[in-house]
């Protein structure tokens, strides 16, 4: 481990299933963030999820591993564990914490209490999830409240998800992107195994959610003339219903390969399609979206503006599977331009660098230890119900009833203090963490 040099932090990362990184986008970003930082000399300790017959190891590329129990039970899992992790933590004092997940904000005031400046990343729009029942949906929507209130500092991955919180709440965030990995030599011998050729593929990789439009895609590929396969890679064990209607939607041309284990297979998938197809809408920057750029793949994405912050007009883009249907018999009519938009993504892939992205972190972390954060943090009561904030109007009251008694009313002066500010971006020219894997029990290299 790196000796702590005089200035040097001591970091707490929480919150997530912890290194070595093998499932998805806030692992990955523990995992390249975290090690950075151990280099330069802070002391990096994360907080890991793992079973009783895992390994348990001390450290991993300088970070210190703290493991411990879970409940094994998607609802409580991820709250379970961080409740644990925070225990420790008020014992362990650090300079600094930094809380992955909005639906850990219960615990904040805890980490407050015990004098620890704490800023949270808030990930995506997780209310908006499919997968999510009406309590779900609500328990999201009052912990976006309560990380507003209860953060000293909020960590956006994308602008539209700094202009949400801005929008929603007045609050402030620190825009700090995740990395791309660069794909520069994947090579293609891995492909014959899987029966396919250079460029001779159209390729998906995505749990089977609903707001992964994977069913979308795969209609609009059928609708298509396209003469190239498409290739899907993923699944979701919990999903039966959504998985039998994509498979219904498809015809012969369409390969399933489910979880992909093996990264070089993956990372060859990525470089070597004749187009991507991205379905992802609810989320900030997503992991999956940053290796296909990175890998200088040509993308047609789903039509949002987190896709479109990261692909710009090197992207096709859909809404519906006719939509899907005319991007890929374009795709395959100019192959010279849809190999030109490959090299454009590639390009632009450039702005999420993983240093850059940890030094992002490091500025806030010397933020906090020196308390250079402001006083007043915004109430967490909503300022709109516009579309952008309403989830089913069936439960929107509710939510509404539930922000209302968790969340303290607001001092109207600290309300418009926030308006008036306007929120810091640290990587303004950057955007979140890489891909991990498309299966959810499956390798950060195939869930997204």
Not at 132 to 150: C, F, M, P, Q, T
Not at 242 to 269: C, K, M, N, P
Not at 302 to 320: A, C, I, K, P, Q
Not at 403 to 421: H, M, N
């Amino acid at each position: 481990m790196p000796r702590r040099r005089s200035g040097a932090l001591r970091i707490a990362l929480v919150g997530t299933r912890g290194v070595p990184a093998r499932y998805g986008g806030f692992e990955t970003a523990v995992e390249e963030v975290g090690r950075r930082l151990a280099e330069d000399g802070h002391d990096v300790v994360v907080y890991c999820r793992t079973t009783a017959d895992a390994p348990r190891p001390a450290e991993h590329l300088g970070m210190r591993l703290v493991h411990l129990p879970a409940l094994r039970r998607r609802s409580l899992e991820t709250l379970s564990h961080t409740g644990l992790s925070v225990l420790h933590l008020l014992t362990h004092r650090v300079d600094a914490a930094i809380v992955f997940n909005a639906a850990n904000a219960p615990w904040l005031p805890l980490v407050r209490a015990a004098g620890i400046p704490v800023a949270t990343h808030v990930d995506g729009l997780e209310w908006k999830r499919a997968k999510w029942g009406g309590i779900g949906k609500r328990y999201y929507r009052v912990v976006e409240a309560l990380s507003v209130r209860w953060s000293d500092a909020l960590i956006a991955d994308a602008r539209g998800i700094a202009d949400y919180y801005r929008d929603e709440f007045a609050a402030p965030t620190e825009l700090i992107a995740y990395g791309a990995p660069k794909i520069d030599a994947a090579g293609s011998d891995k492909l014959a195994g899987a029966g396919l050729t250079e460029r001779g593929y159209h390729l998906v990789v995505a749990r089977f959610e609903p707001e992964n439009h994977v069913d979308v895609i795969v209609d609009g590929y059928r609708r298509s003339g396209a003469e190239l396969p498409l290739v899907v890679v993923g699944s979701a064990p919990y999903a039966d219903d959504y998985t039998r209607r994509v498979h219904s939607l498809a015809d012969e041309r369409v390969r399933f390969l489910g979880g992909v284990w093996d990264q070089e297979l993956l990372d060859q998938l990525y470089a070597n399609c004749a187009t991507y197809l991205h379905g992802h809408s609810v989320g900030g920057t997503n992991p999956s979206l940053l290796r296909a750029i990175g890998a200088g793949a040509a993308t047609i994405a789903y039509d949002v503006s987190f896709n479109r912050e990261v692909l710009e007009t090197s992207g096709r883009y859909f809404s519906t599977a006719e939509d899907v249907a005319t991007a890929l018999t374009a795709a395959e009519a100019d192959p010279a331009r849809t190999r030109k938009d490959g090299k454009r993504a590639r390009l632009l892939s450039a702005r999420y660098d993983w240093d850059h992205v940890a030094q992002g972190y490091a500025q806030l972390c010397r933020r906090l230890a020196a308390r250079d954060v402001p006083r007043s943090r915004p109430s967490g009561v909503r300022l709109r119900l516009g579309p952008a904030a309403q989830p089913e109007p069936a439960t929107r009251p509710e939510q509404a009833a539930d922000v209302a008694a968790l969340v303290p009313a607001a001092r109207p002066a600290g309300a418009v203090d926030a308006r008036s500010r306007r929120h810091r971006a640290v990587s303004a020219e950057t955007t979140p963490p890489p891909a991990a894997a498309a299966d959810a029990d499956a390798p950060r290299a195939a869930r997204s």
